[in-house]
């Protein structure tokens, strides 16, 4: 009798306990999936929290695989899959929450819809630390505040996941791009675009006088949540548009409505929770692909090197806020 075919995974059997490395059995793709061969693991600070049993809005039945992000190559095929075939080089955030399997494996089964062809210039190292974060950039700042040509645009957090490709998403759209950060990460600021602002140093109506003469951006795109937010709200333009992908908490509205402006939250885990929105996501990372390929995208790496057997140690060094750039997990190749 023939033996089904098996694949390494680190697998998480209880909240904050150490990753375990084991084989287990290798997914067939159903209709409308395809079976990936990882090469890449992207960790996100979210996957910290779903590891500590800490977020709510991204729980994942245990044991589970985490991992949000992935870049690898088509292995199989599945029924009614036409856009993808076995050789494909493709990348997307596909898993790692809502009982759906993640990429700290050597094999994933994934929806088709959600994938994107690999920037072909791009390693897979770098492919996999782009889906979550150029996702919620992309959906605050286009789908969301519809930017545009001349637009003022304020990041909160410019050097940060999310941050640095919103700068970018902005920029490749026309807009003049401001981001807030602190002093010892202006110079990345710089290199992504962005004129450096240093929240430790200037209060928001300072900044917003210096910079736009006390109007206001048109767009603010907050990243941190808490007091990032309702500064945000102070420093929005009238009929502006703030965004947010951590708005959560009690935060008083009155600076916005005097302002006019309008609001939006972004939940960037809502297709893989609910199934609903899948497609958009894959049609996002072609975006990216098209901007990555025209020379618009750049991703900042962090230079340490993990494996299955050192996720642990990978998501230390993000913990210890230690790294310098997004951690990616090397699992093939």
Known sequence: MATSPTMQAAVLENHEAPFRVTSIPRPVPQAGQVLVRIMASGVNPLDLKIRQGAAEHARHPLPAILGIDLAGVVAEVGPGVDAFRVGDEVYGMTGGVGGVQGSLAEYAAVDASLLAPKPAH??????????????????GLVDRAQVGPEHTVLVQGGAGGVGSMAIQIARAFGAHVYATDSAARADIVRQLGATPIDYEQMQVDEYVKAHTQGRGFDIVFDTAGGASLDASFKAVARFGHVVSSLGWGTHALAPLSFRAATYSGVFTLLPLLTGEGKAHHGEI??????????????????????????????????EQRQARGKVVIDIGG
């Open 122 to 139: 791009f390693s897979m190292r770098e492919a996999a630390s782009l889906p979550l974060v150029f996702i919620t950039a992309w959906e």
């Open 285 to 318: 990372m072609r975006e990216a692909t098209g901007l990555a390929e025209a020379g618009k995208l750049q991703v900042l790496l962090d230079a340490h090197r993990f494996d299955l057997d050192t996720v642990g140690e990978a998501y230390a060094l993000i």
